[in-house]
Structures are given as C-alpha cells and as structure tokens.
C-alpha cells in the first residue's frame, strides 16, 4: 500500500484541487495564510480607460454602485480569468495579456497617448506603474481591496508546500521555518511568479500549480528518491 506524503497548502482547496492531490497519495494539511478585502473606495476622477491586474480588484469594482457607469470606458487587463470576469459583466476588453510587463511595454509602445485609471490592491507590484510614470502616461490608481498576512503555526510533519503568493510566503515565514524546505520554497516561487502573471492575481491558477508540483513530488516519491528536499 502506498504511504501518503503530508502537504500544506496555503490556502483552502477546491474540493476538486483536494480530490487530485488525495488521489494522488497526498495527505493535505490546508490553511489560508493571506486575507482579502474589499476596501470602500470613491469613482472619481476616473481616466479614459481602465486598467484591472487582478480579479480580485475587478470583483471589488463589480460591487460599487456607480460600477454600471465605467462600463463605457476600455478596459486593459492582466489574467484571462480577470477578463472573463469582465467581459462577462458587460465591460469591452480591448487589450488581455498574462504579463504586467507585457501590458506595460503595449500601453507604452502603442497607447501612450491615452489616459488611465489602475484598480489595484493594497500589495500590487510595482512594474506597471513604474513603466507608466516613466513613460510619462497619464495615470490614476485607486487601491480597492487589501490583502493582510493571517500566519499560523504549522505543527505537523510536511514534506512539502503549495504557496500561491509572496505574501504567502511571508506570511508562513512569520510562525514558521523552512531550513528543510528552502529549496522547496524557492522552486515555488519561481513558479508562482509565473502563476501571477498567467492570471494577474494571486492564488489563482491554482490546476497548473498543482499539476506541476504533483509531476515533481509524485516521481520522487514513487523512485524513492527525496531530491526535492535533500
């Protein structure tokens, strides 16, 4: 019988993302380390056009009374689930891509003529604004959630760990130690990197995260051979 390998992940599972993972012989220890919420927030001075990174910004957006009113402007965004998101509620997509600095080099190569106003969260990375003050573009930013740390001490034995955010990571660091999975954490982030930029949000996609670290784990295990964590 195949022993089970303990993984925490850093936020509550689907109980689909769960499934794979216990079908996969994984014992998952589960935990949210980081908290959103929406921020109350004014619609003024609004640009010709909007700029979302996030889901979770166009979700904070979506909820404002006034919302019904942006829905004349274009709309640039980051993550193809931020602009389902969007779309799916009447705004016009005119440029989606997976990087920030993607859509940074496109707003300031083609339409640095125009005006912006950037929806964003509390803890947003710099690379897009940097690009657009640099360029000299018009821009505006309203912070309309935030993300907050939630730590938590981790007693049991893991072998690994499914982060899905620097904060994340911050967070875990707070009550914990990775000596024993520093290497761990820091093939982790590399892949989470590229999960922000794929979805332009944090903890979001979490399938191809997961699909990755199971095809490393899995292999491991199943050759005896514990190269993740030595």
Same mark, same amino acid.
């Given at each position: 019988?195949?022993?089970?390998?303990?993984?925490?992940?850093?936020?509550?599972?689907?109980? %689909?993302?769960?499934?794979?993972?216990?079908? /996969?012989?994984?014992?998952? *220890? #589960?935990? +949210?380390?980081?908290?959103? &919420?929406?921020?109350?927030?004014?619609? %003024? #001075?609004?640009?010709?056009?909007?700029?979302?990174?996030?889901?979770?910004?166009?979700?904070?957006?979506?909820?404002?009374?006034?919302?019904?009113?942006?829905?004349?402007?274009?709309?640039?965004?980051?993550? *193809?689930?931020?602009?389902?998101?969007? @779309?799916?509620?009447?705004?016009?997509?005119?440029?989606?891509? +997976?990087?920030?600095?993607?859509?940074?080099?496109?707003?300031?190569?083609?339409?640095?003529?125009?005006?912006? %106003?950037?929806?964003?969260?509390?803890?947003?990375?710099? %690379?897009?604004? &940097? /690009?657009?003050?640099?360029? &000299?573009? &018009?821009?505006?930013? *309203?912070?309309?959630? #935030?993300?907050?740390?939630?730590?938590?001490?981790?007693? +049991?034995? !893991?072998?690994?760990?499914?982060?899905?955010?620097?904060?994340? $990571?911050?967070?875990?660091?707070?009550?914990? @130690?990775?000596?024993?999975?520093?290497?761990?954490?820091?093939?982790?982030?590399?892949?989470?990197?590229?999960?922000?930029?794929?979805?332009? !949000?944090?903890?979001? $996609?979490?399938?191809?995260?997961?699909?990755?670290?199971?095809?490393?784990?899995?292999?491991?295990?199943?050759?005896?051979?514990?190269? *993740?964590?030595?």
């Amino acid at each position: 019988m195949n022993s089970l390998v303990p993984i925490l992940s850093t936020k509550v599972l689907s109980p %689909t993302q769960r499934e794979t993972l216990e079908n /996969a012989y994984f014992s998952v *220890i #589960e935990a +949210d380390f980081i908290a959103t &919420k929406n921020q109350n927030f004014e619609l %003024t #001075e609004i640009n010709s056009n909007l700029i979302f990174t996030s889901q979770n910004a166009a979700q904070s957006v979506l909820l404002h009374p006034k919302c019904q009113e942006l829905k004349s402007k274009n709309v640039f965004c980051v993550g *193809i689930k931020t602009k389902a998101l969007l @779309k799916e509620n009447g705004f016009n997509v005119i440029v989606y891509v +997976d990087y920030a600095a993607d859509l940074a080099e496109i707003i300031t190569l083609i339409y640095a003529n125009e005006s912006y %106003t950037f929806f964003s969260g509390n803890l947003r990375k710099e %690379t897009l604004p &940097k /690009a657009l003050k640099e360029a &000299k573009i &018009k821009f505006n930013e *309203i912070h309309v959630y #935030e993300t907050s740390l939630t730590p938590k001490k981790i007693k +049991d034995a !893991i072998e690994a760990i499914l982060f899905f955010s620097p904060s994340g $990571v911050e967070s875990y660091l707070m009550e914990n @130690k990775l000596f024993a999975l520093l290497f761990t954490t820091l093939c982790f982030l590399v892949l989470l990197n590229g999960s922000n930029f794929l979805d332009g !949000i944090n903890t979001l $996609v979490c399938g191809y995260y997961i699909l990755v670290i199971l095809a490393i784990l899995y292999v491991g295990h199943y050759n005896k051979i514990n190269y *993740i964590f030595n």
